[in-house]
C-alpha cells in the first residue's frame, strides 16, 4: 500500500524497462527508497538512525567476512589467529578493530533508534508489526554480539561463554542439561567455540532478512512523524528520493566521522584489557563485566539478590538466580507488549505531559544508572542504586505506562503535519 | 487481561527488587564491607609520557631499540614474547643484516631456536633465522612456573593491551618496587601498621603497583645492567620506561599506520560530510519543515 | 514559502535545470562522487587482505644448506609452500645433458641456461610439472625416471631429461628454475 499520490514509476532507459518488465526489482527500489515513497515532511534527525543501523549491518557483514578468512575457530587457534589478523594480514588491524567498534556503533545507533521509537511512540498502532520485528533484531543482535565477543577466546570471551551460559542452569529440572546442550561439553570448550563461530556467522544474515520485514512492515502505514499526526494530504510528504537520501547522506558522514574517530585513535577504548590474555579456564578475571551495550541488563540479573519464598518457612518458590535471569529477560521481552500497554491515542511524547515527565525523568535516568551499575563492581552502593533502578524501570513500562495513559490529559495536537511545520492549517480543498 | 496480567508482573518484579534493597542496605549496615590493604594501598600508574601518546604520536625508534636491548637482557630470561619475530625489528629501524645478527645472536639461548634433529628425531635446537618468532624462554606453563616459586611469567607481546593503561603501568611497576617495612601512601598510613598481614610472604616482593601489593618478580632491573650503544643512561627509571615504550610496540605494532590513515580517512570523510549537509540544505531549500 | 507541487515552479525549476548545469548541480555531483571515491578507497584493504600476508612474504626466501649433498644425489625441498628439487649432477649427468642442448625440444633451453655460472652441477627446479601441477618422479633413488634418464610425471605421462627439460608427453615448458637463485656461500643456495 502506499499513498494515493506517491509517483509512478517510470523507467527513462529502455534497458531499465526492459529490466523492469522482466524482475521488477528498479521499481521495488523506486518505491521503497526512492521518489515512490512519500515521507512526512517533518521529520528530524532521529530519524536518521534507521538507515545508519542498516549501514552498521552493512559494515559489520563486510568486515566479518573478511575476519572469517583469517580466523581459526579452534581453542589453540582463536586467539592467535586475531593476534595473527592484527599483525601479518594486510590491513588486518584495520579491518579487526572496525568489526570490533563496528559492534558497538551497531549498538549505539539501534539504541537511539528505540529511543525514538519509545518517545515518538512508533510502536502504536498501526505500527506495531514494525515494532515486534525490531524487537526481535535486537534479541538477534544482543545474541550476535555475545556470539562474537566469545570468537578472540580472550580472558573474558572465555567467562562470558561461562556466565551467560550460567543463566540458563537456573531454569529448574532442565536447566543444566539444557547448559551442557548449549556448550556441547560441561565448559566452554572447542565445540562451543566452533558452534558459536557457525552461529555468529549465521545470524546476521537472518538479521538482514528480519530487517527487510521490518521495512516492509514499514512501507504499509509509512513512517511515522514527530507529532504522530497521520500523513492526511500530499502537502505532509516529500519524496523520500531526493530529500531523505540527501539527509541520510549526512547523517552517513557523521556517523562515520565518529566510527573513524573510534576506530582509528581508540579502537581498544571500548574493549576490555583481560580479552587481550589467552583464555585461562583456571583462572577467573577480578571483574567480569560485559560489553557496554549489556550493562542495564547485567545490572538488572544482579540486582536480584533474594529468593521469593514464603517468609519464615524457607520455603523458596523461585530462588534469586533464577529470578535474576527471569527478569533480565522479562526487561527486554516486555518490549514486545508495549504496544498495548500503553494505550494512549496520541503517538508523540511532545504532546504528552505526563508521560514526558515519567520519560525524562524516570525512564532515561534509570537506565543509565543501570548502566553505570553494570559495569561496576557490585558493592552495596552500586546494588542500591541498580535494585533501585531497576525497580523503577519495570514499573515504569508495566504499572505507570497503562495507568497514565488513563489518567493523562494530551496537549492539543496540531490539526496536520503540514500546519505544525508552517502554521498554517492544511487547505481543505481537495488533492 | 494484558495490563492486568503486565501490572501483576511488574509490581512482582519491582516488589522483589525493593525487597531485595532492604535486604542490601540491612546487610550494608549490619556488616560492612571490610577496608581491604589493596583498596588503600594500590597506586595508580603514574603519569607518564610517551612520544607514541596522542592522535600524532610516533614511536620514538632509538627508546625501542634500547627497550629491546633491556628486554634481551633482562627480561626474556623468564618473560616469552611469542606474537614477535625476529623479523619484525626491521621497524625499529633495523636493517635485514641487523635482524639476522640479532636473531643469530638472541642472548637468552644463544642465538638457537628450538627444532627437531632431522637424523634423530629428538627435540634440537638450530640457528635462528629472522622469520622465527622470540624464542619462549621455558618450553611449556608447567616448566616455567617451576623455574618460578609457582608463578608463571605472562607473554609480554600484548602485556600493555592486556593492562588498564597498560605502558603506564608496565612503566610503574618496574621502577615501583620500594621498602615495604615503613611504607605510607598519599594519605600518610602506614601500611604494615594497619594491615599487618599485608607483609611479603617469602618469593614476594612488595610493589604498590601490583593489584594485591605483593609479587613474585624479584625487581629485575638494577642501575647499568645493560649498557646503551647510543649512551643514554642506564637508570631503572629510564630503562623501565624504555621496555615499556618497546611493549606498547609488541602489542600495537601497527600504530603509526593506523593513526595515519584515520588522519586520512577523518579529512576526506570532513569534506564529504560538508558537501553532503550543502547538497541537503541546497534540496530541501525550497521545503520548510 | 514555495511548495515543490506548485507546477508553476516545478516547470521553472525543470527548465532551469536542462538550460544549465547550476551550482547546486555541482554540489550534488560532488557528494556523489564523493561517495563513490569513498566506497571504493574502504574495498581496497578488503581485497588487498586476501593477498598473502606478511609472515608468508617472509618465507618467500629460503637458504638451503647443501653440504651434505653428494654428486649424483638429490634432495627435495619445500620453498613457497612448493616442492624443489636441488640436485647435485654427476660429470657424467652433465656431459648427458650437454649432449642433448640441441637435440629437438619443446622448449630448447642448454644446460648452462638452467644453471648458474661455473655451478653447473648443481641444478635445482621447481618439482612442480608444467602440464598440470604434480610432482614429477625421479629425484630419489629407484624412481621411475622416465624415458630420458631424468624426471617422469606419472599422472599424464610427461618424460623430462637429466637437465628437466620436457621431452615428451603433455607438458608444455621445462620444470621451473626460480629465477632469484644464488649462492651465499659454496655449500648455500639462496632460493627467492
Known sequence: MSFPWAQEYKPKHPLMQWFDERLPLPRLVYNSVGAGYPTPRNLNYFWNFGSLAGLALVIQIVTGVVLAMHYYSTVDGAFNSVEHIMRNVNSGWLIRYAHMNGASFFFIVVYIHMFRGLYFGSYKAPREMIWLLGVVIFLLMMATGFLGYVLPWGQMSFWAAQVITGFFSAIPLVGEPLRQWLLGGFAPDQATLSRFFSLHYLLPFVIAGVIILHIWALHIPGSSNPTGVPVKKEEDTVPFHPYYTAKDGFGVGVFLIAFVIMTFFAPNFMGHPDNYIPANPLSTPAHIVPEWYYWPFYAILRAFTVDFGIPFTGIVIIPAKLMGVLAMFGSILLFFFLPWLDTSPVRSGHYRPLFKKFFWFGLIPSVIILSICGVMEATTTWLILAQISGAYYFAHFLIILPLISRIEKPLPLPGSITEAVTGKPLKEAAA | ?289 | MRKPAEPAVAKEAAVAAVEEPRRRDFIHIATVSFAGVGTAAAAVPMLTQMSASADVRALASIEVDVSAIEPGQAIKTMWRKQPVFVSRLTPEKIAEAKKDDNAPMRDPQTLEERTLPNREEWLVMLAVCTHLGCVPTGAAQGEPKGDFDGYFCPCHGSHYDVAGRIRKGPAPTNLVVPEELSFVSDTVIKIG
Open chain 2, 1 to 289: 487481561m494484558i495490563r492486568f496480567f503486565a501490572g501483576l508482573i511488574g509490581l512482582f518484579f519491582s516488589g522483589m527488587l525493593l525487597l531485595a534493597l532492604f535486604d542490601t542496605v540491612y546487610l550494608g549496615i549490619t556488616e560492612p564491607a571490610e577496608e581491604t590493604a589493596e583498596h588503600k594501598f594500590y597506586e595508580y600508574p603514574k603519569d607518564v609520557s610517551f612520544a607514541h601518546d596522542g592522535p600524532f604520536g610516533t614511536y620514538d625508534r632509538a627508546q625501542l631499540q634500547r627497550g629491546l636491548k633491556v628486554y634481551e637482557a633482562v627480561c626474556a630470561a623468564c618473560h616469552s614474547l611469542n606474537l614477535v619475530a625476529f623479523r619484525n625489528f626491521e621497524d625499529l629501524g633495523y636493517s635485514e643484516e641487523q635482524v639476522k645478527a640479532i636473531a643469530s645472536n638472541w642472548l637468552p639461548t644463544g642465538g638457537e631456536v628450538p627444532s627437531i634433529n632431522p637424523d634423530t628425531g629428538e627435540p634440537s635446537t638450530r640457528p635462528a633465522l629472522p622469520t622465527d618468532t622470540i624464542p619462549s624462554p621455558y618450553a611449556n606453563d608447567v616448566a616455567a612456573r617451576a623455574a618460578n616459586n609457582n608463578a608463571l611469567p605472562p607473554d609480554l607481546s600484548l602485556i600493555t593491551k592486556a593492562r588498564k593503561n597498560g605502558t603506564a603501568y608496565v612503566y610503574s611497576l618496574l621502577s615501583g618496587y620500594t621498602d615495604q617495612e615503613g611504607y605510607k601512601n598519599d594519605a600518610g598510613e602506614e601500611l604494615l601498621k594497619e594491615f599487618p598481614d599485608a607483609a611479603a610472604g617469602a618469593g614476594l616482593y612488595f610493589n604498590p603497583y601490583f593489584k594485591n601489593l605483593n609479587i613474585a618478580m624479584a625487581p629485575p632491573l638494577s642501575e647499568g645492567v645493560v649498557t646503551f650503544d647510543d649512551g643514554s643512561p642506564a637508570t631503572v627509571d629510564a630503562m623501565s620506561k624504555d621496555v615499556a615504550a618497546f611493549l606498547a610496540w609488541t602489542a600495537e605494532p601497527k600504530m603509526e599506520v593506523r593513526k595515519k590513515t584515520g588522519w586520512a580517512a577523518l579529512v576526506f570523510l570532513l569534506i564529504f560530510t560538508i558537501l553532503a549537509y550543502m547538497s541537503y540544505r541546497t534540496i530541501w531549500a525550497n521545503q520548510k519543515h
